[in-house]
């Protein structure tokens, strides 16, 4: 075995002794293991998560690591995932979902070619599959709208995202040094810091590779998931603080390329958009006062940022006023829920 890892997978695990072995497997399709590594950062369980990782850990001791700390939440465990990671690009995979063996094939192939260069891919992209539980059509999310597959091209090579498409941690591998250059630093005990993660290291990225395949599967249906809508109604405030710190990382338009503040600012506004639905779900009179204390926030850290991001469709059709809008919102999410099976 080598210690040259070309890429690291970090498996964030709390309470996951029933899906994190499944996982772990799919990460160790490849015919060859030895530039690969699995790193399961076991966040202080109470189940035997941490026994299932030590015992493949055992079984691969080459490329399985397990690392047991207290409990820090999904951003704790990532950022403890990124600080031990050895490999030279890595891969966030969420212990209740997997990785495709074909499509992680076709990502190896490309990521050793970046070895020996000297100006190595800084991200790849790739499609990503929303597994509902008893949905027989499975939804694939790709970008072949966006970007030209197998070519290295910039943030200016981008063409238009989709009105409610965005790229989420599901589907980048970042080279693992512009992750740690960003300075990056997910807050702990939040959810839905995945928008962060696929949000901040953006200004360091400046080479980008889409490759047409769905690697990763995004399984829905767990009991309790975060991203049910009564768990994201009750946890709507954590999405408020993401929004924050999303904001504090956007860029104002003349400090970086072009297509790339089209893209954070298109991105922002969606993430907006998100938190101000669940705010309307929730039914809550104060919560309304809340979703236009969000909006108007943004206009006060940049006005400039703020009018662009309210240009935006999404912020445009989630801001309509009064009953009649909120209305809508609800029609609309029940609508978009049940196309894409999001939730």
């Known amino acids: 075995m080598t210690d040259e890892k070309i890429l690291t997978f970090v498996v ?13 497997r799919t990460l160790l399709s490849p015919e060859h293991l030895d530039d690969i590594e ?7 369980s109470t189940d035997s998560t941490l026994e299932v990782a030590q015992a493949l850990e055992a079984q691969y001791p080459d490329v399985v690591r397990a690392i047991h700390q207290e409990n820090k939440g999904h ?8 600080a031990n990671a050895r490999g030279m690009y890595i891969k966030i995979v969420d212990a209740d979902d997997w990785i495709g063996a074909e499509a992680l094939e076709e990502v190896l192939t490309v990521l050793r070619a970046q070895k020996d260069s000297d100006d190595p891919l800084d991200m790849i992209v790739t499609n990503y599959v929303y597994d509902k539980v008893g949905k027989r059509h499975k939804h694939v999310v790709d970008y072949k709208n966006v970007m030209e597959p197998d070519k290295r091209i910039g943030w200016d090579d981008l063409g238009r995202f ?20 960003s300075g990056m630093k997910l807050p702990e005990h939040t959810f839905y810091v995945d928008f962060i993660y696929a949000y901040v290291p953006f200004p360091w990225v400046k080479s ?53 503040y089209r893209y954070m600012i298109h991105f922002l506004s969606i993430e907006t958009s998100i938190t101000s639905v669940f705010l309307i779900l929730s039914r809550k009179r104060e919560n309304y006062a809340r979703q ?13 940022i703020g009018h662009d991001a309210r240009r935006q469709i999404p912020a445009m059709a989630i801001n309509m006023p009064g009953p009649q809008g909120r209305w809508c919102v609800r029609v609309g999410y029940k609508v978009a829920d049940q196309i894409m099976g999001f939730n």
């Open 38 to 44: 699995v790193i399961v950062v076991d966040d202080g």
């Open 208 to 260: 980008i590779m889409y490759i047409d395949t769905p690697l990763y599967h995004y399984f829905i249906g767990r009991e309790g998931q975060s991203v049910q809508t009564d768990v994201m109604i009750r946890r709507v405030d954590q999405l408020y603080r993401v929004n924050n710190c999303m904001l504090e990382a956007t860029p104002e338009p003349d400090e970086v390329p072009r297509g790339l």
């Open 162 to 181: 989709g009105i409610a498409q965005y790229l989420l941690m599901h589907s980048i591998t970042f080279r693992t040094q512009v992750v740690r250059d």
């Open 75 to 82: 951003g704790g465990a990532v950022n403890t995932g990124i």
């Open 12 to 24: 964030p695990a709390y309470n996951m002794q029933g899906y994190v072995k499944r996982c772990v």
């Open 292 to 304: 236009k204390e969000l909006w108007a926030r943004i206009d006060k850290y940049s006005p400039i």
